[in-house]
């Protein structure tokens, strides 16, 4: 018989032995199977797909906002100089995409222990 899943670990269990604990997307299946009663199938169909509909809109440079939680963009960076840190040799750096986030109040205010007041 297998046993049940934890929740994630509080706040103040963050730091054990200085290693903060990581949250897969396999754990948060397992989520869904305990907290919702999804099978475990579905579960993982689900977690997969939502990931899924945020890669592809962010590739379509469409902006994910998650409301309570925060917003994923994309943001370019113009070409520049960098420099090889061994050698000081300067090398070209291309432009690019990068991903970016940006917490919502809410999700600030929660991290911080602070109260519901942010909604």
Same mark, same amino acid.
């Given at each position: 018989m297998a046993t049940a899943r934890q929740s994630p670990v509080a706040a103040s269990e963050v730091l054990q032995d200085g290693v903060i604990p990581t949250?897969?997307?396999? +754990?948060?299946? &397992?989520?869904?199977?305990?907290?919702?009663?999804?099978?475990?199938?579905?579960?993982? +169909?689900?977690? &997969?797909a939502f990931f899924d509909v945020v890669v592809e809109s962010l590739c379509q440079g469409v902006e994910v906002k998650l409301s309570g939680f925060g917003h994923f963009g994309i943001r370019n960076k113009a070409a520049r100089p960098g420099r090889n840190p061994r050698t000081?040799?300067?090398i070209p750096i291309d432009e690019r995409q990068v991903v970016t986030f940006h917490a919502s109040p809410k999700l600030k205010a929660m991290v911080q222990g602070e109260s519901d007041s942010a909604s």
């Open positions: 949250l897969t997307k396999a +754990e948060l299946a &397992d989520l869904l199977f305990d907290r919702v009663g999804f099978n475990k199938r579905e579960s993982k +169909e689900m977690v &997969d000081g040799e300067i």
